[in-house]
């Protein structure tokens, strides 16, 4: 069975701080792939990123960045300079090879102050 | 380019009541999936519709149904409603064929409150 952790429930910084976002996962497959989404108070789950497990290069995007590490099953996300916009939910997510069901973990609110 | 689109955004049923929940996919998506996402929880997987059919489902009663129609939209189904079935139910979007894992886009879900 497939299970993905965020122990992280709310996190508060102030603007302009680094903050990470952790995930941890559990799979018995070989090939999964691993998602991160963002949920403003909308509602819609916005897509940020999808890494294979056999890609565990890290990768950047503007602030955004993510480590994935298969040696301690963690996929964790960093925002630098964080920005009163990137207040939301966070959620790590994780799908068989077949891209089926995605499994989200239960979030990690953050919030971000001027 | 329409991404997806889902109504209505919101509704209050009363328990025992029926609803109906409907799903347009991104255009050029093929496969719907919905999920239900309790207050404070991450989404959790109801099941996910290819070609007309249910494809695979989660742990869900079989008070959930749904289906999908020849223009790929999608309908979710849920019989005599109980008080826990209060909910944010999203509608994802994907394109079946690619390498596994193909992007999934969301919707901005519907609202369910039963009373």
């Known amino acids: 069975a497939q299970k993905v952790t965020q122990a992280q429930t709310e996190i508060s910084v102030v603007e302009k701080e680094d903050v990470t976002l952790d995930c941890v996962y559990e799979t018995r497959d070989t090939t999964y792939y691993l998602f991160w989404y963002k949920q403003p108070p909308s509602g819609e789950l916005v897509f940020l990123i999808r890494r294979n497990s056999f890609d565990e290069q890290n990768e950047i995007s503007g602030r955004y960045s993510w480590n994935f590490q298969k040696s301690t099953s963690s996929f964790n996300f960093t925002i630098t300079a964080s920005q009163v916009v990137d207040s939301a939910v966070y959620f790590c997510a994780l799908s068989e090879a077949n891209g089926y069901a995605l499994n989200f973990g239960k979030g990690t609110s953050l919030l971000v102050t001027p | 380019d329409a991404g997806v689109t889902q109504s209505p955004t919101h509704l209050i049923k009363t328990r025992g009541q029926q609803v109906t929940l409907r799903c347009s996919p991104k255009?050029?998506?093929?496969?719907v999936s919905w999920y239900q996402q309790a207050l404070g929880q991450g989404p959790q997987f109801i099941f996910q519709?290819?070609?007309?059919?249910?494809?695979q489902r989660g742990n869900f009663p079989d008070r959930f149904s749904g289906h999908q129609f020849p223009n790929y939209s999608s309908e979710l189904n849920v019989n005599a409603l109980l008080l826990g079935d209060s909910a944010l139910y999203l509608c994802?979007?994907?394109?079946?064929?690619?390498?596994?894992?193909?992007?999934?886009?969301f919707g901005e879900g519907s609202w369910l409150t039963v009373v």
């Open positions: 519709y290819y070609e007309e059919e249910e494809r």
């Open positions: 994802a979007s994907s394109l079946a064929g690619e390498s596994s894992g193909n992007t999934i886009y």
């Open positions: 255009s050029g998506h093929d496969t």
